[in-house]
């Protein structure tokens, strides 16, 4: 195209291509565009449209692909839950991690929790044991529920999370031991004696295992 000498009567129009409004202005200088910032608000390839125009109705335009990466997650406290044989564990917090990604949400990260005790369960196919949800103080927790049927040492817990958008995953695992449930004391029942009459097969004593 044959543009105006005159710069002042250049506009350009660019078009990010994830549907925000056309970032508008005019040249700078003979030969400039000068320089524009942008944020995209999701991961994903882009195409750019440039178009160059002036008052006499001449224009021009070029397009070229952006990709914008997944922005990356970081991984937080892990939290082993306190097991004890029996007893649920009961939305208890599990982990928590941060997105770079301000815009991020909840339903963006699908988080895996491996008990330790041949349980594995996943926000995903098992969502009433475990969910993401947004941290009122900032980023995301990972919330769980649990049983543990018996008494163990030396299990594996472990905690991942990844993202729906490519990022890296992140993770964290810890040794946890799962407690013998308490006994509790019922009543005591003392035989009736009589001399020279044998008692058999009397309960003297009744206890429970809490689980």
């Known amino acids: 195209a044959s543009f105006s000498p005159d710069v002042s009567s250049w506009t350009v129009s660019v078009n990010w291509g994830d549907s925000s409004p056309a970032d508008i202005f005019t040249v700078a200088a003979q030969g400039s565009l000068g320089t524009r910032q942008h944020t995209f608000a999701e991961e994903g390839p882009y195409t750019v449209t440039v178009t160059v125009s002036d008052t006499q109705g001449d224009s021009d335009r070029t397009t070229f692909q952006v990709n914008v ?31 770079a990604d301000p815009a991020g949400a909840a339903s963006d990260y699908i988080a895996t929790v491996t008990w330790g ?19 009122n103080g900032g980023g995301f927790d990972v919330v769980g529920s649990h049983s543990y049927a018996d008494e163990a040492a030396g299990l594996t817990f472990a905690v991942s999370v990844r993202d729906a958008g490519g990022a890296a995953p992140v993770s964290a695992s810890a040794t946890i031991g799962v407690a013998d449930a308490a006994l ?14 044998a008692f058999s097969n009397v309960v003297f004593f009744h206890r429970s295992e809490e689980h």
């Open 69 to 99: 990466a997944d922005a990356a997650l970081t991984a937080g406290t892990l939290t082993p839950p306190v097991a004890v044989e029996g007893a649920a564990v009961a939305n208890a917090v599990l982990f928590h991690f941060t997105d």
């Open 184 to 197: 509790t004391a019922g009543p005591f029942t003392p035989p009736v004696a009589v001399e020279g009459a």
């Open 117 to 135: 005790d041949g349980s594995v369960e996943t926000s995903v196919a098992n969502t009433a044991d475990v969910q993401v949800v947004a941290d």
